[in-house]
């Protein structure tokens, strides 16, 4: 009874976890030139809102939907400051959050969450930016306020608009932000509206955002670690019922592939196809398979029940779903550390990352955190 990976249907496969995602709908307000597209470039990465590349779905609203993406965002035309388009903005904001909730029958096509942009080089918010926040409140759409460019205020500034906005709002959270990389990290909340938006979603939507995002690392680990892992988990102990010889713990691999194949979603990771084939194929999953059985041997369960029998030969469910869990955390570790070179802009081969010793190394990691609570 040997798995081949040759044999794991990579596309059905993959077309199950895809098809289980919902989208969600994030819509982008703010005046023209406060950095709207720049923002979804980069969360979603550079390609997303390029010129052209929207569909008027509506009067000033354009829809961004690229297959890489299970998110659809909305981009607000804006308005030029002090123009006749001002009330028009008001309109097609909230006209458009209405109507996509009236059209709505199981609620998919609803407006999930709205990114307010203001420039924080405008050193104001205009009574517009605040009339628009407070009826989006009150449709009771998730709104923040993104403050954009904070490159171009000093700190003082920064706290003034700051101020002027929760004096305005009642219970409003707002970011500061810049794309420049020359602002220190510290002055940045990229991070935290990542936290804050996968916060402020459904449960059921949480994934589709966090697929879609090429930062908020820390919140895709977290999702994989709380969520998706503890699934896989579960349905190992299923499988183990009968019980299976841990030397040939075949039975349990497909399932560890489909994982694997979940979690490289996550990280972004399936956008190389081939990549994730290979990585497949070169029996990751068994090859750390046989690490995992090696840890377990090497008495790093011990206190958990079940170790006599995999001395004795026989994996139970306990060993199941802890080899699974760890498979499940040594692959996710890796991913991330593999996106954390692509955010600093290093060009290294994801192949490059898989390797034993790196294996070896999130496990010695997952084992130590594992005996810390013991
Ligand atoms: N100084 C500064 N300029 C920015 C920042 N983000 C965007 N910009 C610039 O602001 C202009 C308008 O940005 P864009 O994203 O097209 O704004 P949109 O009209 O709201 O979509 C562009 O020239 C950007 O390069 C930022 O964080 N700091
Ligand atoms: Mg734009």
């Known amino acids: 009874m040997d798995f081949k990976a040759d044999d794991f249907n990579f596309e059905e496969e993959y077309s199950k976890i895809k098809s289980s995602i919902k989208r969600p709908n994030i819509l982008l307000c703010g005046a023209t030139g406060v950095g709207k597209s720049s923002v979804i470039n980069k969360v979603f990465g550079r390609n997303v809102a390029e010129v052209g590349s929207g569909q008027a779905v509506t009067r000033g609203i354009t829809k961004y939907q690229d297959e890489n993406l299970d998110i659809n965002l909305y981009d607000s035309e804006g308005y030029e400051i002090g123009s006749i388009a001002q009330s028009d903005f008001h309109k097609n904001i909230i006209g458009f959050i209405d ?209 006599g029998d995999v001395v004795g030969g026989a994996i139970n469910t306990v060993v199941a779903s802890s080899l699974t869990y760890t498979i499940g955390y040594a692959i996710s570790e890796i991913c991330y550390k593999y996106s954390e070179s692509v955010l600093k802009g290093e060009n290294i081969d994801i192949l490059e990352f898989f390797t034993f010793s790196n294996i070896e190394e999130q496990l010695k990691h997952f084992s130590k955190a594992n005996n810390r609570g013991v």
């Not at 996968?198 to 977290?222: A, M």
């Not at 990549?275 to 206190?303: D, E, P």
């Open 99 to 307: 109507d996509q909730r009236i059209k709505s029958h199981n609620l998919s096509e609803q407006i999930h969450m709205a990114w307010y942009c203001i420039s924080a080089g405008n050193k104001r918010i205009t009574e517009l930016d605040f009339e628009v926040i407070r009826e989006i409140q009150k449709k009771n759409v998730k709104v923040a306020v993104l403050f954009t460019q904070i490159d171009s205020v000093d700190e003082e500034e920064l706290n003034d608009i700051s101020n002027t906005l929760q004096q305005g709002i009642n219970n409003i959270e707002s970011f500061n932000l810049s794309i420049y990389n020359e602002v220190p990290k510290e002055y940045l909340d990229w991070e935290k509206l990542m936290k804050w938006s996968v916060e402020n979603l459904d449960e059921s939507l949480r994934e589709g955002f966090l697929n879609s995002t090429i930062i908020g690392l820390e919140e895709k680990k977290k999702h994989i670690r709380k969520v998706v892992i503890p699934r896989y988990a579960v349905s190992a102990a299923g499988i183990a019922i009968s019980p299976v010889p841990l030397s040939d713990s075949a039975l349990l691999m497909p399932l560890q592939t489909t994982m694997a194949l979940h979690i490289f979603n996550i990280w972004g990771v399936n956008k190389n196809k081939q990549a994730i084939k290979t990585l497949l194929s070169a029996t990751i999953i068994s090859q750390l398979g046989k690490s995992v059985a090696k840890m377990l041997a090497g008495n790093i369960f011990k206190l958990l029940p079940g170790f």
